[in-house]
Structures are given as C-alpha cells and as structure tokens.
C-alpha cells in the first residue's frame, strides 16, 4: 500500500513517529506522501524525507493567512532545491476566506508545477466546478491526485481524463457517507489510490482518535466489499495508480 496522503510533519506525532511509521510499516504501507501547508513546515518536512517518504511542497489554501507576498517565490527555489514528487497541496476551498487571493495562489502553483513538470496534489473543497475550469482553461497536462475526492462520478471522470487520481481515504468506511460511498463503487479502478489523511479523517472504528497511516487496511477493505473485487486487488491497483501519478519507484524491484 502506498499512502498517498499524510501529514506526518506534525506536532501531533513528534512523541512516537518512529513507532508510527513501524505500524504503518507492519500493516503493509511501503511508501507515504508527505505533503506541506505552509513555508514554515518546510524545513521539519524536508527532513523527514527517506528513500520511502515523498514530501511534496506547496501553499495550502486553507492557510491563506501564513502564505507572504513572494510566497510564490520562495517555493519555486524550495522545488528547484528539493525537488519534490509533486506540488501539495494546493487547490481552492469554499470554506477558507479569500477566494480571490486562492485563486491567485492556485494559479501561480499550477503555472510553477507546469514548470518544474511536477504533478499537483489537490485539496479541493466545494470548488470542483472552478478547478475543473481552470485545469482545463490552461490544459494543465502533468497531472496528480484530487486529495479526499467528494464529487460526482461526473466530475471524476473528468478528472481522470485530465490524468489524476482520487484520494480515498477513512470517509469511506462509514456506512453513513453513503454517497461517497456510491462514487467509490463506480469510479473506474485507474483512479483509486488509498490515503490516511493522518491525523485527520479516521475510519470507522477509530471515531475521534489521532488517526495513523497503519489504518489504512480498513480503507482497503471497505473499498474491497464496494467494487466486489478482492483486497489484493485494491492494493496492486491503488499502488500501480499511486507509482504511476507521482513517479514513485518500485523499491523491492530497485533492490
Ligand atoms: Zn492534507
């Protein structure tokens, strides 16, 4: 299982994040994405990086406030320097203040991924509708993930055309999310790839814990039992869409 989504950087896991890693490890996770917030999380980010942790750095709309003037700027000699898997994640959300300095952000962040030939890690909140628009108005070709996907089949599949991917993460274990669930079933296999979104998002059974990568198994199964495939299906497949979006390397095969 690769975990193409999780907020490993954080505070949250200062205390045991070796041990974190050794359970996510123990239940099958053999790589993790790493992907940034603000310029301040870049530096304990970085550092985290292994042959098996991917960062990805980026301005996240959601901290509009943190992201200075030559925010742009200074990314760009950040992904010269590190060169990240992808830029992430950027995007735009309804529910952020700003909507017109997000716009901005995104924009610049998509030109600079075109640059650097890097793909996108999207957060995307309410806001389908624009992304889509403005993906397709600048014929943005390298692609990514659409983090924690929450749209129609529709818009997935216009997604897909465009060469991404769909975050599936914790949300659909619950029986409650039942219309996630329903686009979880009838998405085509080339657009699953399996995220945590650790700490956030815990699957069912975790409700209200720091949720970590090592949950990920749940993630499998629930999408197992909705597309009526088996479990090592969704694993070969989610890891093949994961390697292939990010041009990740098979490390077993490398060794
Ligand atoms: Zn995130």
């Keep these: 299982m690769i975990d193409t989504h999780c907020h490993l950087d954080l505070a949250v896991f200062d205390e045991d994040r070796a041990a974190v890693m050794e359970r996510s490890r123990q239940a099958g996770v053999v790589q993790w994405v790493v992907p940034?917030?603000?310029?301040?999380?870049?530096?304990?980010?970085?550092?985290?990086?292994?042959?098996e942790l991917h960062v990805a750095l980026g301005l996240h709309p959601l901290?509009?406030?943190?992201?200075?003037?030559?925010?742009?700027?200074?990314?760009a000699q950040w992904v010269a320097r590190i060169q990240p898997v992808a830029l992430g994640e950027i995007g735009l959300d309804a529910t952020a203040p700003n909507q017109e300095r997000q716009q901005k952000l995104f924009a610049a962040q998509l030109d600079l991924a075109r640059e650097a030939r890097?793909?996108?890690?999207?957060?995307v909140r309410k806001c389908h509708e624009p992304v889509l628009a403005l993906l397709q108005r600048t014929a943005f070709s390298c692609g990514g993930i659409v983090h924690a996907f929450n749209g129609s089949v529709q818009q997935a599949h216009r997604y897909l055309a465009m060469g991404f991917r769909l975050g599936m993460g914790g949300v659909v274990t619950h029986e409650a999310a039942v219309r996630i669930r329903q686009m979880a079933r009838e998405v085509p296999e080339e657009a699953l790839v399996l995220e945590s979104d650790?700490?956030?998002?815990?699957?069912?059974?975790?409700?209200?814990?720091?949720?970590?990568?090592?949950?990920l198994p749940l993630v499998?199964?629930?999408?197992?039992?909705?597309?009526?495939?088996?479990?090592?299906r969704i694993v070969e497949t989610t890891t093949h869409n994961a390697r292939a979006t990010l041009g990740l390397a098979d490390l077993r095969r490398a060794e």
């Design 220 to 232: 499998v199964q629930a999408l197992a039992a909705l597309r009526q495939v088996s479990q090592a």
């Design 36 to 51: 940034a917030l603000s310029l301040a999380h870049f530096p304990a980010l970085v550092a985290l990086r292994t042959p």
């Design 198 to 215: 650790a700490p956030d998002l815990p699957p069912v059974g975790h409700r209200g814990e720091r949720n970590e990568p090592c949950h």
């Design 63 to 75: 901290f509009i406030h943190d992201h200075p003037d030559d925010g742009i700027g200074q990314l």
């Design 118 to 123: 890097l793909p996108v890690l999207l957060h």
